[in-house]
């Protein structure tokens, strides 16, 4: 199993309201890698030729927050696809859920703060081949930072090792994909970092957040995040997972949210508004900007009319909501749960699940 009972160093639970923040678009374990990602564990689709036959529209957590933030950042990331240079940040956080990922392939009494410092440097150089774009943030005059950097990563695995004991832990699933299809079409998927199951059954949902952006301004964007898992997790194995779980590495903290079915029944109704919100929005060719805090992390400011830019022409043919049943996912290369890029506080359309961040949460602290 894998619930971990109240690891030493575990704090003090805090303000569950407090505690459900994004601290990036990430969703998607900000989840923001692409599903060909060599981070990903699980990278071919879960459904049946029957089910994919079914999906009139796909969503991830990710591009549904974006929708909710910011309109034409979806269309940005999801119709246009346009390409945006990671941050240092971001691919710090891409490292580090790697390593993370790593760690726990190794027999449980060999998960020591030295074993995760230790691969940070092989996991580096087997991103960057994968991902020559990672590496390219690091030549020229930016190579003398890269020490600093990678010493960064490794303070946020030490941040890890405050927070939970890897040692007690035996996850069932790491980097996996999850996806389901409502009974409206409507696929859902997206990529956790991990999940722990009790010998009970009982099910928790782990992200890892290793940002260092102010927590409360991406509270919205994290419950999201979790619900969309929890509702997931809920109608592909019949179980409300017990509890959604938010490792804040940099903070060396922990938040621990449990859902309810009545809960996840109203989120499955909001997504399905927000879903027939993209439909309109697809064909009317209208994705409005919605300026915020957070197009301070925003790679397309250059094209926004919020500051000054014209917007390309609209891709053609747009398939309804484009994001096709099909089609990998659209995530970015590096992790945006690593850097905010989008998810704004009070950014929840109409139809979107509206409840405030951390309203209902139950924060168990170390239970799991
Ligand atoms: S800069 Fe702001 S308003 Fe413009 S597309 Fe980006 S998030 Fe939207």
Known sequence: MTVDTSPAGVPSPRDAGA?????????????????????????????????????????????????KTCPLLYRYRTIDRLPEIPSTDQVRGTLVHAVLEKLYELPAAQRTPAAATAMLQPEWQRLAEAEPAMAELFTGDAAADFDGWLASAGELLDGYFMVEDPQRLEPADRESLIEVVLDTGLRLRGFVDRLDVSPAGDIRVVDYKTGGSPREAFEARALFQLKFYALVLWRTRGVVPRSLRLLYLKDREACDYSPDADELARFERNLGALWAAIERATAAKEFPPKRSRLCDWCSHQSRCPEFGGTPPPFPAPAEP?????????????????AEPAAGAPGSEPAGADAEPAGAGAADLGGAG
């Open 321 to 337: 909501g484009t994001e096709p049943a099909a089609a990998p996912d659209t995530e970015p290369a590096a992790r945006s749960d």
């Open 19 to 67: 505690r459900s923040e994004a601290d990036g678009p990430g969703g998607e374990g900000s989840g923001e890698l692409g599903s060909q990602h060599p981070l990903r564990r699980h990278r071919s689709s879960t459904l049946s030729a029957a089910e994919l036959a079914d999906v009139r529209g796909s969503l991830s957590p990710s591009r549904a927050a974006d929708f």
